[in-house]
């Protein structure tokens, strides 16, 4: 069995920062890639930011130069730094690991940029 567990959502000032985490845990052989996903009131799901195991990684274009995402392969841990966050960021936050050659979502976390 495989657990993903994010944290560090909230409610943030317009030009402000968060800084979201996720983990895997369980019985874990390897791990692939890591993202994270958003979904806004009444839109779909989608990719903000991934990172492949050896650390290449992609952005969405809203996002480029305001979050970075990083990854500890030892601690199962993928994170988002998101700064100079803007209202139209406020969306449930999800994370996605490849695990074992299967996906694994979080539960999600709200992220709410508002003044």
């Known amino acids: 069995q495989v657990q993903v567990v994010e944290s560090g959502g909230g409610l943030v000032q317009p030009g402000g920062s968060l800084r979201l985490s996720c983990v895997a845990s369980g019985t874990i052989f390897s791990i692939n890639s890591m993202g994270w996903y958003r979904q806004a009131p009444g839109k779909q799901r989608e990719l903000v930011a991934s990172i492949t195991r050896i650390g290449s990684t992609n952005y969405a274009d809203s996002v480029k130069g305001r979050f970075t995402i990083s990854r500890d392969n030892a601690k199962n841990m993928v994170s988002l730094q998101m700064n100079s966050l803007k209202p139209e960021d406020t969306a449930v936050y999800y994370c996605?690991?490849?695990?074992?050659?299967?996906?694994?979502w979080g539960q999600g976390t709200q992220v709410t940029v508002s003044s």
């Open positions: 996605r690991i490849s695990v074992n050659r299967r996906d694994y």
